[in-house]
Every structure is written in structure tokens, then in C-alpha cells.
């Protein structure tokens, strides 16, 4: 009876010890994670790296500076799909929207959708709609005044309709090219351009990738555009230009516009709101909050065993802190990735992608910092690219409308038509050019960092692998 007493008194004080042993460990380790987060937090701050809303959040703007106030009463007059009222706005953008891929592309179009769009654009009600943009890109500055303590639930401007009126005005610059009216139809996309460099100045990373989709659209438009000019003297087709030189102050303009959206600081910034206002605001509400916090980013419901969730959020704290360590140190790594050409980090990015860094232990870490932003990064240089050979090709047509021939190498448009000729992001080398015909081959080489001699990426979907980022022009 003896030894039956003794041996249940130590299965009792073994599991008691370890449940003690284990309180004592999670203890330390909560004080010894505590002290390394309030370091690495100190070295960031050194770093110069915000850690507060404060730090970022765009200034005040005086409404009458401000373009924001304009476009969003521009989108308020973009009527809902489901509103039956008729409108030539609606009506345009239904024929925009049904041409899919190529929506933009009025040569694409058929007779009758040429016809009415044409109908369309000239309305009062679109003819108002685009003075108010207009008006727009002419503020100096854009601020939605968000509520940037919302952290991930932050309401930003509707970026769909930020595309969905871009696409209109690349409709818009297609029928006044075709009408012969070039110099107002490249001032339509130079509007379009100043209204998506403004959002740049809001720092949010899906803001910034909405921006590159809505330089894609003018950029396809703009290359259309002057790719149907004739040169004087030359037969037209019957949806090209009228034969017109193209306008060199606008061309110019257009240029010197293109190369402000290159600018790698909107990016940068973007960075360092999703680390405060989406990483960090997490890992602050998991640490210091209740169970109800991990519940909604796993987008679990609290019925489920709350007791047990809370006794696992109480354990694992500790190790939540060791996880918020392993992100606060790996997105500045990230972020470096943004401050730095291309070119220099491809192969970095390749060998030692982030994801291989993270210990399986920090599994938020692994959410947050997914493939997704070294795919970003990527898709920055492919943006920058498709700007550059833009650029450059614009040049190149004013050097032929004022020399009569293409030049032999690129290097010749500087510094009368550009300042300076930009080389391809993927390699650091100059764009790959040569004269095709009466025309000419441009193009960067890509992701794929391969030479596929000029061969062209789809302006919609997916991007083959072997392919070049390319302006082909006829003449």
C-alpha cells in the first residue's frame, strides 16, 4: 500500500514539475525575446526606418491642390453596372469592357463599335468627365487622407475604377489619332500619365501596382498611337492617323513625363507601410492583444474551444516574439532590394530567395513575407523596362522626323531628344536596338535576362518565358 501511494504521489509531482518547468522556460523565454525585439526595434529605428503611423503618413493637402478630391468625383459619376439609367459614359465603357484583352485597341474594334464609341467620346457628358480629369492632373499634389491606423483594413480608393477611366482615355487618345488631331491625342495620355504618377504619392504597395497596370494601358496606347502616324507624303490606311509628323512638343513632353515614373521611392516607401501598417500592426495585436486577434487573421471563429486557443496564445507568445524578430530582420533585407538596381540583385534574389530564410518556426513571418514581394520587385523591373523602351522609342521617332533616318545606335538621342539614354533594368547594358526595314527593333531583355531576338510579350495575362519586353515599329 506503501509503494501504490508513493508511486501515485510522483505521478502527480512529475507532470506538476513539468508543467512547472515549462511555465519557467516560457517565462524566460518571453523576458529573453522581449529584450532581442526591443533591440532589433531600437536598430531599426537607428536605421532610420519608421515604426509609426507618424512616420509616413502623407501631409495634409489643401483641397485645392489636392487631386484626390477631383478624381474620386470623377469616379462618382461613373455609373454602377447594374443602374439601368442610360448613360454615354456607361455605354462607353460597355463597349470597352466587351473588347476584353484588347479593350483599349479601337483597330480591334468592329465598324459598329468604332462608330458609336466615336459617337460617345464626343458627348457633353464624356466631354465633362474628362475636363474634370484634366483638371486633376494638373494638382501638384494627391492625398486620400486615409485612416492608416486601420492597418490591413484600410479602405483605399477604388483601384478598378482608377483603371477602368485610364482604359477611357486610352480609348479616348485612339479616336482623336484617328480623327488626325495628334497633338490632343497625345495630351490625353500625357493627362492619363500625370494621373498615375499621382498615385505614387500614396504610399500603399497594392496602390503602387495598380499604377504600374495603369501605365501599362496608356503605354500599349501611346506606342499604337504613334506607331499609325505616316510620315508626311505617305497613303494612310483607313484607321491610321492622317499623315502627320508627330508632334514634338508633346513628344517631348510625354519623354520627360515617362521618366518620373522610374522613380524607385514610391516603392520604398510602399515597403515601409506594409511592414508598420501591416506586419507590425499583426504581431503588435497578436503579442499584445487578445486570442480574438489570432482568431481573425487565421480567420478562425472564437466558438472553437476558446479555453484551449487561449492557453495556446499564452504559450506561444514567447515564440510569436522570436517570429516578429525574424520579420522586423528580414524586410529590410527586402526593402534593400528595392533601393538598388536590378540588375545588381537578380541573382541574389534567385539563390537566396527570402523564403528559404525564415525558420519554420515563424510562421507569420512565412505568410507575410511570401514570394509575393521578390515577385514584386520583378514586376518593378519589367514596369521599368516597359517605360525605358517607351521612352526611347519616342526618341527615336523624333530623331527621324528631324534627320530623316534612324540612328545607328541609341546614343545619339542624347542629350537632344533625352537627357541621357536609359540602359535595359535587367542587364545594366543598353537597350538592345537595331533598324528593322524602314523602322526599328527595341527591346530589354526581360526576366529571363535571355536575348529571344525581339520576340513580344502578350500586353494581357501571363508573360511567356521566352520573351523580350519589345517595340517593334514598322516605319
Excluded at 459619376?77 to 484588347?102: F, H
Excluded at 479616336?175 to 495630351?187: I, V, Y
Amino acid at each position: 500500500m506503501q509503494t501504490f501511494k508513493k508511486i501515485m504521489k510522483w505521478i502527480g509531482i512529475v507532470p506538476g514539475a513539468l508543467v512547472l518547468i515549462v511555465i519557467v522556460v516560457r517565462i524566460i523565454l518571453d523576458i529573453v525575446f522581449g529584450i532581442e525585439l526591443r533591440a532589433t526595434l531600437r536598430e531599426l529605428k537607428a536605421q532610420g526606418r519608421p515604426l509609426t503611423y507618424a512616420e509616413f503618413v502623407p501631409p495634409p493637402v489643401p483641397d485645392t491642390d489636392n487631386a484626390a478630391l477631383l478624381m474620386k468625383e470623377a469616379m462618382e459619376l461613373i455609373p454602377a453596372q447594374t443602374n439601368s439609367a442610360p448613360s454615354a459614359l456607361k455605354s462607353l465603357m460597355a463597349i470597352i469592357e466587351t473588347n476584353a484583352i484588347v479593350c483599349t485597341d479601337i483597330t480591334s474594334w468592329t465598324d459598329a463599335q468604332r462608330e458609336e464609341g466615336a459617337r460617345l467620346i464626343q458627348s457633353n457628358e464624356v466631354k465633362e468627365w474628362y475636363t474634370l480629369l484634366e483638371k486633376a492632373a494638373q494638382r501638384p499634389h494627391f492625398n486620400n487622407n486615409l485612416d492608416w491606423s486601420r492597418g490591413p483594413d484600410i479602405k483605399l480608393m477604388n483601384l478598378g475604377l482608377c483603371r477602368r477611366m485610364l482604359r477611357v482615355l486610352a480609348v479616348k487618345a485612339g479616336f482623336e489619332g484617328q480623327g488626325g488631331n495628334l497633338d490632343q491625342a497625345m495630351d490625353n495620355i500625357l493627362t492619363g500619365l500625370k494621373l498615375s504618377n499621382k498615385l505614387g504619392e500614396e504610399p500603399a504597395l497594392v496602390t503602387q501596382l495598380a499604377r504600374v497596370a495603369c501605365d501599362l494601358i496608356l503605354i500599349g496606347e501611346l506606342e499604337r498611337l504613334v506607331d499609325a502616324i505616316p510620315r508626311s507624303g505617305e497613303a494612310s490606311s483607313p484607321l491610321s492617323t492622317s499623315a502627320l509628323d508627330i508632334p514634338a512638343e508633346p513628344t517631348r513632353a510625354l519623354i520627360a513625363e515617362l521618366a518620373l515614373h522610374t522613380d524607385m521611392m514610391p516603392w520604398r516607401k510602399s515597403m515601409d507601410v506594409d511592414r508598420v501598417g501591416v506586419g507590425m500592426w499583426i504581431f503588435d495585436h497578436l503579442i499584445s492583444g487578445s486570442p480574438v486577434a489570432m482568431y481573425e487573421f487565421l480567420s478562425l471563429s472564437p466558438d472553437i474551444c476558446p479555453r484551449l486557443m487561449a492557453w495556446t496564445f499564452v504559450v506561444i507568445r514567447p515564440v510569436l516574439k522570436k517570429d516578429y524578430i525574424v520579420y522586423l530582420k528580414l524586410v529590410p533585407e527586402i526593402q534593400r532590394r528595392f533601393e538598388i538596381p536590378y540588375y545588381q540583385i537578380a541573382d541574389i534574389m534567385k539563390q537566396k530567395p527570402i523564403e528559404e530564410r525564415i525558420p519554420s518556426y515563424a510562421m507569420f513571418s512565412r505568410i507575410l513575407l511570401s514570394p509575393s514581394y521578390e515577385k514584386v520587385r520583378e514586376r518593378v523591373a519589367v514596369h521599368q523596362a516597359e517605360v525605358e523602351v517607351c521612352r526611347v522609342g519616342l526618341a527615336l521617332k523624333l530623331f527621324k522626323q528631324k534627320s530623316g533616318a534612324y540612328p545607328d545606335v541609341p546614343d545619339k538621342l542624347a542629350p537632344e531628344f533625352m537627357e541621357s539614354v536609359p540602359v535595359d533594368p535587367f542587364t545594366g547594358k543598353p537597350l538592345v536596338y537595331r533598324k528593322a526595314g524602314d523602322g526599328f527593333l527595341l527591346y530589354s531583355l526581360g526576366p529571363n535576362l535571355k536575348d529571344d531576338s525581339g520576340k513580344p510579350r502578350s500586353r494581357s495575362g501571363q508573360a511567356a518565358e521566352d520573351t523580350d519586353i519589345v517595340w517593334k515599329c514598322e516605319k
